[in-house]
C-alpha cells in the first residue's frame, strides 16, 4: 500500500554526520509506524530505530548509544535518520520499514513491518 525510497547514503569519514531519508508514497503515511533498519557486509539484518505514526515516541537500539536520531515529517511523508559521529561499524545498507500502527505503537522487530524500501549504502571510513 506504500513505496518507500531511501536517499543519503554515501561516503563518509569517521566522525562525520550523514542524514537519512525515505520517502513514502501515498496519503496515508500518518497511518503507519517507522523503522530504519541495517545490514553490513556478513551479518544480518538488525533494528536501528523506530518512530510512531505521530512521531511523539521513538526507540533506538542500545548499541547507538545516542549518536542516531529517528524523525519524520508527515506532511512531506517523509522518515529521516540523522547519524552523527559515524563509525567503520556503522558501515552498512540502511533501509526504512513501515508498519500499520495503532495508537502510539513503535516496532522492533522486522517481522513486524509491512513494507521495506531497496535500502542506501552508507560508508564510514577511518
Known amino acids: 500500500q506504500v513505496l518507500l525510497v531511501e536517499s543519503g547514503g554515501g561516503l563518509a569519514q569517521a566522525g562525520d554526520s550523514l542524514r537519512l531519508s525515505c520517502a513514502a508514497s501515498g496519503r496515508t503515511f500518518s497511518s503507519y509506524a517507522m523503522g530504519w533498519f541495517r545490514q553490513a557486509p556478513g551479518k544480518e539484518r538488525e533494528f536501528v530505530a523506530a518512530?510512531?505514526?505521530?512521531?511523539?515516541?521513538?526507540y533506538y537500539t542500545d548499541s547507538l548509544k545516542g549518536r542516531f536520531t529517528i524523525s519524520r515529517d508527515n506532511a512531506k511523508n517523509t522518515v529521516y535518520l540523522q547519524m552523527s559521529s559515524l563509525l567503520p561499524d556503522d558501515t552498512a545498507v540502511y533501509y526504512c520499514?513501515?508498519?500499520?500502527?495503532?495508537?502510539?505503537?513503535?516496532?522492533?522487530?522486522?517481522?513486524?513491518?509491512?513494507?521495506w524500501g531497496q535500502g542506501t549504502q552508507v560508508t564510514v571510513s577511518s
Open positions: 520499514a513501515a508498519g500499520g500502527a495503532r495508537g502510539n505503537d513503535v516496532y522492533t522487530n522486522g517481522r513486524q513491518y509491512d513494507y
Open positions: 518512530i510512531s505514526r505521530g512521531g511523539s515516541k521513538t
